[in-house]
């Protein structure tokens, strides 16, 4: 059981290109969310989903796209990346149902866009 | 809109000391929960304890605890006991439900460094 994994772990872009952040989990978990975290801030959601199929927006998704085709998948799309979009992302699931729907996260991703 | 407010930017405390790390939120949601995470200098997030806004009980996970006071909306972390690995950011977060009833995503606060002194 690996959990939430996230590659790359570290990535440098230029101003206008494009990557994908990949973000996988085996736990079974509806709920997976993108979050960024930029110095001295708490976590921001950029993106969630609560199924296959199924996205939505959360605090700061301008400038990214995300699908989720699988339930073990979700990537994170920079269309055009730009300097004020690096930061840390890190991955996210969990249950969908309320209770302890505690969520796990990733070892995260360092991004730097030059 | 929910928001949480850490009001405590950097701690410094002696080993083997109990430390009160703040946390206020803010929130229309009946349902909801509270969570505490750590963050080590090596940048992962670790789950330290759980509390809902219906458990009548605070919530404890060995020398954590989580003191919950809803009516001031105040969901403070306890450390017993403070060892010097215990040194790390600490953020509180919120989750409420989304417009369908399910879970939505974490809405955190901007954290409290901690540092546990010999």
């Known amino acids: 059981n690996a959990g939430v994994t996230q590659t790359p772990k570290f990535q440098v872009l230029k101003t206008g290109q494009s990557m994908t952040l990949q973000c996988a989990q085996d736990m079974n978990h509806e709920y997976m969310s993108w979050y960024r975290q930029d110095p001295g801030m708490g976590l921001r959601l950029i993106h969630y989903?609560?199924?296959?199929?199924?996205?939505d927006q959360g605090e700061v998704p301008n400038g990214y796209n995300v699908s989720r085709s699988t339930t073990e998948d979700f990537p994170l799309r920079l269309l055009s990346a730009a300097p004020s979009q690096t930061s840390v992302y890190f991955c996210?699931?969990?249950?969908?149902?309320?209770?302890?729907?505690?969520?796990?996260f990733g070892p995260g991703t360092r991004l730097t866009v030059l | 809109a929910q928001k949480i407010t850490q009001t405590q930017p950097g701690m410094f405390v002696q080993e083997k000391e109990a430390v009160t790390l703040d946390c206020t939120y803010d929130?229309?949601?009946?349902?909801?929960?509270l969570f505490w995470y750590k963050q080590p200098s090596s940048g992962e997030m670790i789950f330290l304890i759980y509390q809902g806004s219906y458990d009548e009980q605070n919530a404890t996970e060995g020398r954590y605890s989580l003191n919950f006071q809803k009516a001031r909306k105040s969901a403070n972390l306890v450390i017993s006991a403070s060892q010097l690995g215990d040194s790390a950011m600490y953020f509180c977060?919120?989750?409420?439900?989304?417009?369908?009833?399910?879970?939505?995503?974490?809405?955190f606060g901007k954290g409290t460094h901690l540092i546990i002194q010999p």
């Open positions: 929130t229309s949601d009946q349902s909801y929960g």
């Open positions: 977060a919120m989750r409420g439900v989304d417009s369908g009833g399910g879970a939505d995503g974490l809405t």
């Open positions: 996210a699931s969990s249950y969908v149902a309320g209770g302890n729907n505690e969520q796990f």
């Open positions: 989903s609560v199924g296959a199929g199924i996205t």
